[in-house]
C-alpha cells in the first residue's frame, strides 16, 4: 500500500465520535463554541491547533463527557467507546497523598477491580511508560516529566479505545517534551487507540499528528484540516524533511489568521 | 535538607529551653534578693517542690482534666467531621445547621457554663463545655476541606464514573485531611479551654475534682505556691496536646502537602 493509499484510509476511515453543529455557552454568556462540526476517525491523531480561549479544550471536555453541549448532538460510532476514555489533563492531576502505583491503579479501583485482579495491567502501564522501579513514590518526589508519564500511564491502565490529552506537555522543558511526543507514538504503535491533543505549538502539533485541525477563536471556527500522512516515520528526519515544513507552515498561517479574526 | 535539621535540633529545642531557664533563674533570684514571701510570688523551687509534695492530689486532678478534655474532643471530632459531611451533602442542609453552630460558637462558653451547670451533673456539664468549644473549629475546617477538592480531580472522578461513595472516600476525605488536622489542633486546645472554664465555674460552686478545682479551692487556702503548681501543670497539658496534635499531623502529611513540607526544608 503506497503513502497516499495509507492516508485515503485514514480519510475513510469510520468517525469514532462526531461532533454535528455543536454549541456551547457557558453560563456568563461567553460562546466558547457554535455550529461546530468535527469528526474523530478510529485510530488517528488528531491535534487541536489554537490560540488560547479558541475552545479547543472545550471540545475536548465535550468529548470526554466533562461538560455537555448547550445545542447540537455528540454521536458516538461505538457507544461503548464513550465509557472508557482517556484523559491526560496539563496538570498531571494525581492524587498527592498517593503513590505512583495508587494512581495508576485508581481507575481500575473505581471500576470495581480488586487490587489483585488489577496488578498485572497497573504494572504492565507502569512498565510501559518507564516508572516499574517508582511504583512507591509520591507524586512530590517526581520530577514534572515523571508525573505526567504517570498520568499517561493512569489514562492507559483502563486500555481506551479514545484518549484525551489536554496540552499534556505545555509545562515541560523541550528537551523532556521531544523524548515524551517520542514516547507517546511509540505507545500510540503500540496500543493503538484514537488520540484527541490539544496544543498550542505547531511543531508539536507537526510532529505527533495524522491531522490537524486549526480552530479559530470566533467560537472554534474551524480555519483549515490538514492531513498528514502517518505512514512517515517520525524521527529526527522528520523533523528536518520538507514535509514537516510544509506542515508547519501551512498550520502557522492557519494561526495567524486564527489570531487576525480575534482581534478587532 | 533533612539531615542537616536533625544535625542542629538545639536551635528549635534548644533556645526556648535556655531562654525559660534565664527567666526562671531570674525569677528564682529576684524572690531570694527581695524576700518576696511564697504567700505573694513564690519562687520556681518552691513551686516545684510543692508540684512534688502534692503530687498524687495534683495528677489525680490534671488526670480528671485531661480525661474529660480527650473525650471532649473525641465527641467534638466524631460530631464535627459527620456534621461537615453533612453539609457537604447539601447547601439547604449548611443553610439550616450552619447558623446554629456559629452561635454556639460566638457565644462566650463562661456565660454557657453556669446554665449548663444548672441543667447537668458538674460532670457532665463540663464535659459538654469542653465539647462545645472544640467543636466548632473541627466542623468548619472539615467543611472547608471538604468543599476545596482540586477541580482537576474532580473532572478525573466524574470521568471514572466514581460513586458518591468512592468520591468520598478516595477523594473528599483525603483531600480535606489538612484542614481537618489544623481544626483538631485548634480544637485539641479549646478542648483544654473549655474544661478549664466549666471547671472553675462548677469548683465555685465547690464541686468538682479536676485541676481548675484545685487552683479555686488553693485560692480560697491562699495556698499559692500549688495555685502556680496546678497552673504549671495546665500550661504543659495545653504544649503537650498541641505537639502531639501537631505530630499527628506532621506525620499524616509528610510528603505530600505544603505544611508538612514546609517543616522538612
Given amino acids: ?264 | 535538607m533533612i539531615w542537616t535539621r536533625r544535625a542542629i535540633p538545639w536551635r528549635d529545642i534548644g533556645v526556648p529551653l535556655a531562654v525559660l531557664f534565664a527567666a526562671l533563674a531570674l525569677w528564682e533570684a529576684l524572690v531570694r534578693w527581695k524576700n518576696i514571701p511564697p504567700y505573694i510570688l513564690p519562687a520556681p523551687s518552691v513551686i516545684v517542690a510543692k508540684l512534688v509534695e502534692d503530687r498524687e492530689l495534683l495528677f489525680s486532678s490534671l488526670m480528671v482534666t485531661l480525661g474529660v478534655t480527650f473525650e471532649a474532643l473525641v465527641i467534638a471530632t466524631v460530631c464535627g467531621v459527620a456534621l461537615a459531611l453533612l453539609i457537604a451533602q447539601s447547601k439547604w442542609l449548611e443553610r439550616a445547621l450552619l447558623p446554629f453552630a456559629i452561635t454556639l460558637q460566638v457565644t462566650p462558653i463562661i456565660a454557657i457554663a453556669p446554665l449548663l451547670l444548672v441543667y447537668l451533673q458538674p460532670g457532665n456539664a463540663v464535659l459538654v463545655c469542653a465539647f462545645l468549644v472544640a467543636f466548632f473549629p473541627i466542623l468548619s475546617n472539615t467543611s472547608l476541606g471538604l468543599a476545596s477538592v482540586d477541580f482537576g480531580l474532580r473532572d478525573l472522578f466524574h470521568l471514572y464514573r466514581a460513586s458518591p461513595w468512592q468520591k468520598l472516600i478516595y477523594l473528599r476525605l483525603p483531600s480535606a485531611l489538612p484542614q481537618f488536622l489544623a481544626g483538631l489542633r485548634i480544637g485539641g486546645g479549646l478542648a483544654l479551654i473549655g474544661a478549664i472554664v466549666a471547671e472553675l465555674a462548677a469548683g465555685a460552686s465547690g464541686q468538682g475534682t479536676g485541676l481548675a478545682y484545685r487552683i479555686v479551692e488553693a485560692g480560697f487556702r491562699l495556698d499559692i505556691p500549688r495555685m502556680f503548681a496546678a497552673l504549671a501543670l495546665i500550661s504543659l497539658s495545653g504544649l503537650a496536646i498541641y505537639g502531639a496534635l501537631a505530630a499527628l499531623s506532621y506525620v499524616l502529611l509528610r510528603g505530600w502537602h505544603e505544611s508538612a513540607r514546609a517543616q522538612d526544608e
Fill in chain 1, 1 to 264: 500500500m503506497s503513502a497516499r493509499d495509507i492516508a485515503e484510509t485514514q480519510m475513510t476511515a469510520p468517525a469514532l465520535v462526531s461532533l454535528r453543529e455543536v454549541g456551547k455557552i457557558f453560563p456568563s454568556g461567553l460562546v466558547a463554541l457554535a455550529d461546530y462540526d468535527l469528526d474523530v476517525r478510529e485510530g488517528e491523531i488528531l491535534t487541536l491547533l489554537g490560540p488560547s480561549g479558541c475552545g479547543k479544550s472545550t471540545v475536548l471536555r465535550l468529548i470526554a463527557g466533562l461538560a455537555s453541549p448547550t445545542a447540537g448532538a455528540i454521536d458516538w460510532g461505538a457507544p461503548h467507546i464513550r465509557n472508557n476514555i482517556g484523559v491526560v489533563f496539563q496538570d498531571a492531576t494525581l492524587l498527592p497523598w498517593a503513590s505512583v502505583y495508587e494512581n495508576v491503579f485508581l481507575p481500575l479501583r473505581l471500576s470495581g477491580l480488586s487490587r489483585q485482579a488489577a496488578s498485572p495491567r497497573v504494572k504492565e502501564a507502569l512498565a510501559h511508560v518507564g516508572l516499574l522501579d517508582f511504583s512507591r513514590a509520591l507524586p512530590r518526589e517526581l520530577s514534572g516529566g515523571m508525573r505526567m508519564r504517570c498520568a499517561i500511564a493512569r489514562a492507559l491502565v483502563t486500555r481506551p479505545e479514545l484518549i484525551m490529552m489536554d496540552e499534556p506537555f505545555a509545562a515541560l522543558d523541550e528537551v523532556t517534551r521531544f523524548k515524551l511526543n517520542d514516547d507517546l507514538l511509540a505507545l500510540k504503535r503500540r496500543f493503538g487507540a484514537t488520540i484527541v491533543f490539544v496544543t498550542h505549538s505547531v511543531f508539536e502539533a507537526a510532529y505527533l499528528s495524522t491531522r490537524i485541525v486549526v480552530m479559530s477563536r470566533r467560537a472554534g471556527r474551524i480555519i483549515d484540516d490538514i492531513e498528514i500522512d502517518p505512514s512517515i516515520p517520525r524521527d529526527d528526519d522528520y523533523r528536518s524533511s520538507k514535509t514537516f515544513a510544509d506542515v508547519c507552515r501551512r498550520a502557522s498561517q492557519a494561526l495567524r489568521v486564527s489570531i487576525e479574526e480575534a482581534t478587532p
